[in-house]
């Protein structure tokens, strides 16, 4: 007989500890006992992941009720495990839209409070916490309680961007954005390099509420970081067509990939088509809001191309006060280092919201994937340390690498969350493998 | 071609708060359909019709209280969903229980019980149900049995023995009362990723519950009186049922 295999638990970067998720319908009782509570495992590093010393975490995706939806108000509340993909599925048609639409829609309510969720809208719309109106929580000493800006205001806005450590989320009531077609009116562009980029994302982001953009970051010299810029709004509803979109169709990627298929040599082959084949320089036309917000869902299991050892992403937010030279310094560091990126995102990042460890602030937002090597902990240090210095910080949502003294050197609210934090679990009974790696937890 | 689903049909339903439940009364919903929720706890119905108007504006009519631990709920809470109905025309059991042999084994209270719900109690409910579309002409009775009952099978002895009960009733009932007007539908899940399977191990060919559900839909639509979901299962018990006893004596599934 074969040995029974011990079960483990991983985040979409694929790096894994012991574990496995407890799923139930009903969330109060599941987290009764619960470490940590997670929702699709869609954060990169260890956030959703159990401490060291425990092995079990409740998770939400199968409590997914709305419990009410207001059609005239678009004020929405549901169970946490709703996903954003639910969502869109059921409102997308109604001409209701999530405020944030963060790059996948395989998340839930609660993982979008938790990491405080942006998207391409930063700029203007804000993060996610800023449209939620309020929580329904069990907090540490096991009470079920209800939170909002105005009760409870201190636990609320550490639960805003808390990744999960203040409590178990049970229920999200938020309101949702009116939108005139659940098409996307889109507009791209070619770009030559970093430096035309960034200036060309600061003004499309005055006239577009959706701006991103992919570069290259493995080309050089005077090509380094060019890429596309994507710019959109939804469709008016002449431009649209009548039907409201279905959805995508999906791929799987059916098995892990050996770890050479995510070379430098194929991610600069990869890169050299995608940047060329944008033809012309400048496109535009309705596009499918799946593919516009959420085109890597195309493919499901597609962390299944970082092989066995996973692959995590660093991003980060450097700040408007740096200049609009630090994406330049940023690149050309990362390029020395030789860190090849198959994905490399960049968005205007507007006000920094009030969830206390709330990730954006205004910048310029960097997300790269990098496949674990043997160098990632140095690699990841030497862009911190970039970060430190220009006065940036990192998503939690996405880091499994960072040093606790590093993140504290950028995170100067972070005494006041912990402080919050404390005050509402002062024994710590809910925690992380990211708690225990960056705030000192006890396993 | 399909025959077109017939527009606002009333549906009583029982089991779906939960699992597969949840997922064929939102597409119900989706559809138009008129729905009086059954089901143990006033709070939990509650719930789940709220999420149901969410899906359909006009989706549910009325809950009413039923455990299918009680018998002597059925009749009332049939009776309250004729009322708000108006009629019944479909009525669906997706409800049961779920325990894994070697918890069984070593409980038999719990065995009693789980035989009481999936077989003594289902049959005793759609035989009230059955008594009702028959008087009013006929109707749809769509009840969630499953593959464990198609073979004697060592992982699933008990829980098996009922469900094949369940699956052996629902045939002759189907067989009896197809001429009447009463369209009787087995549904036989294979492994399906709900609440009753969470921390079980995953055989090839699971499930989701929204493919089950649009599978049970399309076989109710069309009265189709046998589905297996999702549909690879059909092949996998076909093979089962077909090997020779000496080779399950010695197989694990």
């Known amino acids: 007989m074969r040995a029974a295999q011990e079960?483990?638990?991983?985040?979409?970067?694929?790096?894994?500890?012991?574990?496995?998720?407890?799923?139930?319908?009903?969330?109060?009782?599941?987290?009764?006992?619960?470490?940590?509570?997670?929702?699709?495992?869609?954060?990169?590093?260890?956030?959703?992941?159990?401490?060291?010393?425990?092995?079990?975490?409740?998770?939400?995706?199968?409590?997914?009720?709305?419990?009410?939806?207001?059609?005239?108000?678009?004020?929405?509340?549901?169970?946490?495990?709703?996903?954003?993909?639910?969502?869109?599925?059921?409102?997308?048609?109604?001409?209701?839209?999530?405020?944030?639409?963060?790059?996948?829609?395989?998340?839930?309510?609660?993982?979008?409070?938790?990491?405080?969720?942006?998207?391409?809208?930063?700029h203007r719309a804000g993060s996610f916490g800023r449209h939620v109106q309020r929580l329904r929580m069990r907090v540490a000493d096991g009470r079920i309680l209800e939170c909002s800006p105005t009760e409870h205001e201190d636990l609320f806005w550490a639960t805003v961007g808390g990744m999960g450590l203040t409590g178990h989320i049970l229920e999200v009531e938020l309101s949702l954005q009116r939108i005139p077609s659940p098409w996307i009116w889109q507009e791209s562009e070619r770009v030559p390099n970093i430096d035309a980029y960034v200036e060309a994302l600061e003004q499309a982001a005055q006239r577009w509420p959706y701006t991103v953009g992919w570069i290259d970051c493995l080309s050089r010299g005077r090509n380094l970081g060019r890429g596309v810029l994507l710019c959109g709004r939804w469709a008016e509803a002449h431009e649209a067509p009548p039907a409201a979109p279905a959805p995508k169709h999906k791929l799987t990627v059916p098995f892990e990939l050996p770890s050479w298929a995510l070379s430098r040599p194929t991610v600069q082959a990869f890169n050299e088509v995608y940047y060329w084949s944008h033809q012309p320089r400048r496109k535009q036309g309705l596009v499918h809001p799946e593919s516009f917000f959420h085109p890597l869902d195309a493919v499901l299991r597609w962390n299944r191309i970082y092989g066995r050892r996973g692959f995590t992403q660093y991003q980060c937010v450097l700040p408007r006060r740096a200049g609009r030279g630090a994406a330049r310094r940023f690149l050309e560091l990362l390029s020395a280092r030789g860190g090849a990126s198959f994905l490399c995102v960049i968005k205007d990042c507007?006000?920094?919201?009030?969830?206390?460890?709330?990730?954006?602030?205004?910048?310029?937002?960097?997300?790269?994937?990098?496949?674990?090597?043997?160098?990632?902990?140095?690699?990841?240090?030497?862009?911190?340390?970039?970060?430190?210095?220009?006065?940036?910080?990192?998503?939690?949502?996405?880091?499994?690498?960072?040093?606790?003294?590093?993140?504290?050197?950028?995170?100067?609210?972070?005494?006041?969350?912990?402080?919050?934090?404390?005050?509402?679990?002062?024994?710590?009974?809910?925690?992380?493998?990211?708690?225990?790696?960056?705030?000192?937890?006890?396993? | 071609m399909n025959p077109q689903p017939v527009a606002s049909r009333k549906v009583v339903f029982l089991g779906a708060t939960r699992g597969m439940g949840r997922a064929l009364a939102r597409l119900l919903a989706e559809r138009g359909e008129v729905l009086c929720l059954l089901g143990r706890h006033a709070e939990d119905l509650a719930r789940s019709a709220a999420d149901l108007q969410a899906h359909g504006a006009q989706a549910v009519a009325g809950t009413a209280l039923c455990d299918l631990e009680q018998p002597a709920t059925f009749a009332s809470a049939?009776?309250?969903?004729?009322?708000?109905?108006?009629?019944?025309?479909?009525?669906?059991?997706?409800?049961?229980?779920?325990?894994?042999?070697?918890?069984?084994?070593?409980?038999?209270?719990?065995?009693?019980?789980?035989?009481?719900v999936d077989f003594t109690n289902t049959l005793l409910f759609c035989e009230e149900a059955r008594k009702r579309l028959l008087a009013q002409g006929g109707g749809t009775l769509c009840v969630f049995s499953s593959v464990a009952g198609d073979r004697g099978r060592k992982p699933v002895a008990l829980y098996g023995a009922a469900k094949a009960g369940l699956s052996h009733y629902l045939e002759s009932l189907d067989h009896k009362y197809r001429a009447?007007?009463?369209?009787?539908?087995?549904?036989?899940?294979?492994?399906?990723?709900?609440?009753?399977?969470?921390?079980?191990?995953?055989?090839?060919?699971?499930?989701?519950?929204?493919?089950?559900?649009?599978?049970?839909?399309?076989?109710?639509?069309?009265?189709?009186?046998?589905?297996?979901?999702?549909?690879?299962?059909?092949?996998?018990?076909?093979?089962?049922?077909?090997?020779?006893?000496h080779v399950m004596r010695r197989v694990d599934f």
């Open chain 2, 180 to 245: 009447q007007g009463l369209r009787t539908i087995c549904v036989k899940p294979g492994f399906v990723h709900t609440g009753m399977t969470a921390g079980l191990k995953a055989p090839p060919f699971a499930g989701e519950p929204e493919d089950v559900a649009r599978r049970v839909l399309r076989a109710i639509d069309r009265g189709e009186p046998l589905v297996y979901a999702p549909g690879a299962w059909r092949a996998v018990m076909g093979v089962i049922r077909a090997l020779p006893r």
């Open chain 1, 7 to 122: 079960s483990r638990i991983a985040g979409w970067g694929r790096l894994s500890v012991p574990g496995r998720e407890l799923l139930s319908e009903a969330l109060e009782p599941l987290t009764e006992q619960a470490v940590l509570t997670r929702g699709l495992g869609r954060s990169y590093g260890d956030a959703s992941l159990p401490p060291p010393s425990r092995r079990e975490v409740a998770a939400t995706p199968l409590a997914d009720r709305i419990l009410s939806f207001d059609e005239a108000t678009g004020r929405l509340r549901a169970e946490a495990g709703l996903s954003l993909g639910a969502i869109n599925q059921l409102l997308l048609p109604r001409r209701w839209c999530s405020p944030t639409l963060p790059g996948t829609q395989f998340i839930t309510l609660g993982g979008m409070v938790a990491a405080d969720v942006h998207d391409k809208s930063h």
């Open chain 1, 350 to 443: 507007g006000e920094q919201g009030q969830g206390l460890l709330s990730f954006p602030m205004p910048g310029i937002s960097i997300a790269l994937d990098i496949a674990v090597r043997d160098d990632t902990q140095q690699l990841v240090d030497t862009l911190n340390e970039l970060v430190i210095a220009e006065g940036g910080r990192i998503y939690l949502a996405k880091d499994a690498f960072t040093r606790a003294d590093h993140f504290r050197a950028m995170e100067r609210r972070l005494e006041a969350w912990l402080a919050v934090r404390r005050r509402w679990d002062p024994e710590l009974r809910l925690r992380s493998a990211l708690s225990v790696r960056l705030f000192g937890d006890p396993p």
């Open chain 2, 78 to 116: 049939l009776d309250e969903a004729a009322r708000v109905l108006g009629r019944l025309e479909l009525v669906v059991v997706s409800a049961g229980i779920f325990a894994p042999q070697e918890v069984l084994e070593h409980d038999p209270a719990l065995t009693a019980r789980l035989l009481a």
